[in-house]
């Protein structure tokens, strides 16, 4: 077996290109590639082919081989047992004949003949033929659809799980005869707890090389069981673009979506008419356990060929090959995820209405998320495997006696991960320029985030041991220093896999003041645009009141407040104010910072002031 190399690639659309043994009958609209010299091929006095005036009056093959012809002939009354009946595809016969005579009998005007199996051999001593065939959708006899399928533009109504085969609809001009395309919506079964939506569309082609031989004759007729080369082949040339959603559940499905058998396709040795009818199946299969919601994407194009070669004296030996390309994920995901889904293809030929070569190919991708780390490697939070399965075999004891079945190949390969990315912090107050003063209540704002999409346990921490730390809230906590002096407040960020990220910010804890001036709008740290209209709101304790109120701004400064010129914004405990009435701001982006100043003096003459940093940002 060939072992089959792998790559990576983008793509958006599924193909599917399989490849096996057939022909085509002379009055259809297909023709095979054949090769084949009229003279080389030995044929028994034993085989009897059907002449156009005998298929005709062929009524009826019933399942245990009871054939009957409406009127008799001289053909029919002189056949012996042990002759073989070959005939091709005709409506009575609708995927050709090959049985051998055990009886024949006139009833009136009609002949009714007992016939047993027989294989090609009987029928044919020596004959080679060799072809490649393309299936297009006019050659289809008939198709079945998954409720929800649409095939070529065309959707079927009919009951769910129905196995009998309805009625191709036309497809629309617009369409390329040579594709196969499908819409895909479904929920493998699961009440919509996981959805596939997606496309694909297939491009089938078959491959076959037949070669019978005689080696020992005697006066030009077989003295031996003839030798048989027989070699099918069967490839997948595959795009796929499905998305996939889930909640939580387990489940272990496998749908066929669609079912198509081609019209009977005929090749001829000498005279002798072998039909083949190809059935090609397109499934669905997914398997896993969800613990939370999934959603991701599958991307993949891959070339896969199953098949086999048998020849009389050495056996069989295998015909497979390989290459993937898969597209890397972006899932998103809460909890725990273990999920396989593949799409995949069966192709059954038929040899005379019998089961012949089979062939089966899928591929797919096994996605493991777990936002604690996948077990066995805590860095990792998701892995993406491509797998690929190709299976080969033949079970045509009826017809060529031949029974084979190999698992050819069987592998998953990872083409992509997500590795734990640590926490990012951003603390927005106190920030360096922050006015903190003993006996204060100071929030402790800050913007933590993963990106990976866990949970995040915050620790906040001083660098002097009498602070009431730690303080475990990430967001929205706030503390009361009750000395003065410099301080080092730490926040540590932990993710559920135990990475962390930590960022600290230093001031200094001033005495209080004997007027204590407070802007309770906008936040310190907070953001404001340029023509954003808010509330300026600010109080004042100690002293005094009435109190009087004067606002302005030290623009343009660094994020601790440092820099920058003085305007004044207006007077009163609340001012309606947008950046853009004090400062004038040129072009279109804007991102900068600016210190907010409230001073406010008592009724005895005392002041106090009060000042904080906001960033001016606008985005185009």
Same mark, same amino acid.
Request: charged share 20%.
């Given at each position: 077996?060939?072992?089959?190399?792998?790559?990576?690639?983008?793509?958006?659309?599924?193909?599917?290109?399989?490849?096996?043994?057939?022909?085509?009958?002379?009055?259809?609209?297909?023709?095979?590639?054949?090769?084949?010299?009229?003279?080389?091929?030995?044929?028994?006095?034993?085989?009897?082919?059907?002449?156009?005036?005998?298929?005709?009056?062929?009524?009826?093959?019933?399942?245990?081989?009871?054939?009957?012809?409406?009127?008799?002939?001289?053909?029919?009354?002189?056949?012996?047992?042990?002759?073989?009946?070959?005939?091709?595809?005709?409506?009575?016969?609708?995927?050709?004949?090959?049985?051998?005579?055990?009886?024949?009998?006139?009833?009136?005007?009609?002949?009714?003949?007992?016939?047993?199996?027989?294989?090609?051999?009987?029928?044919?001593?020596?004959?080679?033929?060799?072809?490649?065939?393309?299936?297009?959708?006019?050659?289809?006899?008939?198709?079945?659809?998954?409720?929800?399928?649409?095939?070529?533009?065309?959707?079927?109504?009919?009951?769910?799980?129905?196995?009998?085969?309805?009625?191709?609809?036309?497809?629309?001009?617009?369409?390329?005869?040579?594709?196969?395309?499908?819409?895909?919506?479904?929920?493998?079964?699961?009440?919509?707890?996981?959805?596939?939506?997606?496309?694909?569309?297939?491009?089938?082609?078959?491959?076959?090389?037949?070669?019978?031989?005689?080696?020992?004759?005697?006066?030009?007729?077989?003295?031996?069981?003839?030798?048989?080369?027989?070699?099918?082949?069967?490839?997948?040339?595959?795009?796929?673009?499905?998305?996939?959603?889930?909640?939580?559940?387990?489940?272990?499905?496998?749908?066929?979506?669609?079912?198509?058998?081609?019209?009977?396709?005929?090749?001829?040795?000498?005279?002798?008419?072998?039909?083949?009818?190809?059935?090609?199946?397109?499934?669905?299969?997914?398997?896993?356990?969800?613990?939370?919601?999934?959603?991701?994407?599958?991307?993949?194009?891959?070339?896969?060929?199953?098949?086999?070669?048998?020849?009389?004296?050495?056996?069989?030996?295998?015909?497979?090959?390989?290459?993937?390309?898969?597209?890397?994920?972006?899932?998103?995901?809460?909890?725990?995820?273990?999920?396989?889904?593949?799409?995949?293809?069966?192709?059954?030929?038929?040899?005379?209405?019998?089961?012949?070569?089979?062939?089966?190919?899928?591929?797919?991708?096994?996605?493991?998320?777990?936002?604690?780390?996948?077990?066995?490697?805590?860095?990792?939070?998701?892995?993406?495997?491509?797998?690929?399965?190709?299976?080969?075999?033949?079970?045509?004891?009826?017809?060529?006696?031949?029974?084979?079945?190999?698992?050819?190949?069987?592998?998953?390969?990872?083409?992509?991960?997500?590795?734990?990315?640590?926490?990012?912090?951003?603390?927005?107050?106190?920030?360096?320029?922050?006015?903190?003063?003993?006996?204060?209540?100071?929030?402790?704002?800050?913007?933590?985030?993963?990106?990976?999409?866990?949970?995040?346990?915050?620790?906040?921490?001083?660098?002097?041991?009498?602070?009431?730390?730690?303080?475990?809230?990430?967001?929205?906590?706030?503390?009361?220093?009750?000395?003065?002096?410099?301080?080092?407040?730490?926040?540590?960020?932990?993710?559920?896999?135990?990475?962390?990220?930590?960022?600290?910010?230093?001031?200094?804890?001033?005495?209080?003041?004997?007027?204590?001036? @407070? /802007?309770?709008? =906008?936040? #310190?740290?907070?953001?404001? %645009?340029?023509? +954003?209209?808010?509330?300026? *709101? $600010?109080?004042?304790?100690?002293?005094?009141?009435?109190?009087?109120?004067?606002? @302005? /701004?030290?623009? =343009?400064? #660094?994020?601790?407040?440092? %820099?920058?010129? +003085?305007?004044?914004?207006? *007077? $009163?405990?609340?001012?309606?104010?947008?950046?853009?009435?004090?400062?004038?701001?040129?072009?279109?982006?804007?991102?900068?910072?600016?210190?907010?100043?409230?001073?406010?003096?008592?009724?005895?003459?005392?002041?106090?002031?009060?000042?904080?940093?906001?960033?001016?940002?606008?985005?185009?």
């Amino acid at each position: 077996m060939k072992k089959p190399p792998f790559k990576s690639t983008l793509t958006a659309i599924l193909i599917f290109l399989l490849t096996t043994v057939c022909n085509l009958p002379a009055n259809l609209p297909i023709t095979p590639t054949q090769t084949l010299t009229p003279t080389d091929y030995l044929i028994p006095d034993t085989t009897k082919v059907l002449d156009p005036s005998l298929q005709e009056s062929l009524e009826s093959v019933s399942p245990d081989g009871i054939v009957i012809f409406s009127r008799t002939s001289p053909a029919l009354e002189s056949l012996q047992p042990g002759d073989i009946l070959v005939s091709d595809a005709v409506q009575a016969a609708p995927d050709g004949l090959l049985r051998k005579v055990r009886t024949v009998r006139i009833e009136g005007e009609k002949v009714i003949i007992e016939t047993d199996d027989a294989e090609l051999i009987e029928a044919v001593h020596e004959g080679h033929v060799s072809f490649t065939q393309d299936l297009k959708v006019e050659d289809i006899r008939s198709t079945w659809l998954y409720p929800g399928i649409t095939f070529n533009g065309s959707s079927y109504t009919k009951e769910t799980n129905s196995t009998h085969l309805a009625s191709l609809v036309p497809i629309s001009p617009a369409l390329s005869p040579s594709l196969l395309t499908y819409s895909i919506d479904t929920d493998f079964g699961t009440g919509g707890r996981v959805k596939v939506i997606g496309n694909a569309s297939l491009e089938p082609k078959l491959e076959a090389d037949i070669n019978i031989s005689c080696n020992d004759k005697v006066f030009g007729v077989c003295a031996e069981i003839p030798d048989l080369n027989f070699m099918t082949r069967i490839a997948i040339i595959e795009n796929v673009s499905l998305s996939v959603t889930g909640d939580a559940t387990s489940f272990n499905k496998k749908i066929e979506i669609a079912r198509h058998q081609f019209n009977p396709l005929t090749f001829m040795i000498g005279p002798v008419p072998v039909v083949f009818t190809p059935i090609l199946s397109i499934y669905l299969q997914g398997d896993g356990v969800l613990t939370s919601k999934v959603e991701y994407a599958i991307g993949q194009r891959l070339t896969l060929a199953a098949g086999f070669k048998y020849n009389s004296d050495t056996g069989f030996d295998d015909l497979s090959e390989a290459t993937f390309e898969f597209l890397k994920p972006t899932p998103t995901f809460t909890k725990q995820v273990d999920l396989r889904g593949v799409i995949g293809g069966e192709f059954k030929l038929l040899l005379y209405g019998a089961i012949g070569p089979f062939a089966s190919l899928e591929a797919g991708p096994r996605f493991r998320a777990n936002i604690s780390g996948l077990p066995s490697e805590p860095g990792v939070l998701w892995r993406a495997e491509g797998c690929v399965w190709l299976f080969a075999g033949i079970d045509s004891v009826k017809v060529i006696k031949l029974r084979y079945q190999k698992e050819l190949y069987k592998s998953c390969l990872t083409f992509a991960e997500g590795r734990n990315q640590p926490p990012s912090i951003d603390i927005k107050s106190p920030n360096p320029g922050t006015q903190v003063y003993q006996g204060e209540t100071v929030k402790l704002r800050a913007t933590v985030f993963d990106g990976d999409g866990g949970y995040i346990n915050c620790s906040w921490t001083s660098n002097q041991a009498g602070d009431p730390f730690p303080i475990s809230e990430c967001e929205k906590a706030s503390v009361t220093f009750n000395t003065p002096g410099k301080r080092t407040l730490k926040l540590t960020a932990t993710d559920s896999t135990g990475v962390s990220t930590i960022a600290s910010v230093s001031f200094e804890v001033l005495p209080p003041p004997n007027i204590l001036v @407070s /802007i309770n709008n =906008p936040a #310190d740290g907070g953001t404001v %645009g340029p023509d +954003e209209m808010i509330t300026l *709101s $600010g109080s004042a304790s100690g002293g005094e009141g009435p109190y009087q109120f004067k606002w @302005s /701004i030290i623009y =343009p400064t #660094d994020i601790a407040g440092n %820099g920058g010129s +003085e305007l004044a914004i207006g *007077s $009163g405990e609340n001012v309606s104010w947008a950046p853009s009435n004090s400062i004038s701001f040129g072009g279109c982006e804007v991102n900068s910072y600016g210190r907010l100043v409230l001073n406010a003096l008592d009724a005895n003459g005392f002041a106090g002031v009060r000042s904080i940093v906001i960033a001016i940002m606008r985005f185009c």
